[in-house]
């Protein structure tokens, strides 16, 4: 459990540094460069990623369960997380509604895909990872919605193709990740 509660330390640290100092992270930028501190950046975030997956997969092999979750939330679980996949993509797809309503889609995907898991299993190390994922996107969600607030930041209008193409996205990457890539990768298949 502790190779993956410092994983998570390392990645949601590195990630979290725009929450606890913003202006340290200006400093850091303004010294090196724009580049080189996403270089930086994504460097400790892999390191955070790699020992977070590493810490997950020892976690696994000293099972610990704190609740058994009815049977229902686990298809429930399948619903939040496609409604997730849908969000992820409206991060990246271009003039949908979705982006320009909630203007942070990628944080609220991370939000319901946490709850989903947290609702859907009982381990503790599933509540160590998924409690940490969700606490730390309601934290950073409401930092930058109100930054965005304070400084006045819109997004672009969606438009109905935007729109069509976010959720046609979402909802194939979605199903390859559900019917075929969550066992392969995760080796749990959600669909059973």
Do not use: C
């Amino acid at each position: 459990m502790s190779m993956l509660i410092l994983g998570l330390v390392i990645f949601l640290g590195m990630h979290s540094v725009r929450i606890f100092v913003p202006d340290w992270r200006e400093k850091q930028v303004a010294r090196l460069g724009v580049l080189p501190w996403k270089g930086l950046y994504a460097t400790v975030s892999i390191i955070g990623f790699v020992v977070l997956i590493w810490g997950f997969g020892l976690a696994r092999q000293h099972p610990a369960l704190l609740y058994i979750p009815p049977m229902w939330l686990r298809h429930l679980n399948a619903l939040f997380t496609l409604v997730a996949f849908v969000l992820l993509a409206a991060a990246y797809v271009p003039r949908n509604r979705i982006k320009a309503r909630l203007g942070h889609p990628m944080l609220l995907a991370v939000k319901v895909w946490a709850l989903g898991h947290l609702l859907a299993t009982g381990m503790l190390r599933d509540v160590v990872l998924f409690g940490a994922l969700l606490a730390w996107a309601i934290a950073l969600f409401a930092v930058l919605r109100r930054r965005d607030r304070l400084t006045g930041t819109t997004y672009p209008a969606g438009t109905l193709r935007g729109d069509v193409t976010t959720v046609l996205i979402g909802v194939v990457v979605w199903a390859i990740f559900a019917f075929w890539l969550h066992q392969a990768l995760i080796g749990v298949n959600p669909m059973a």
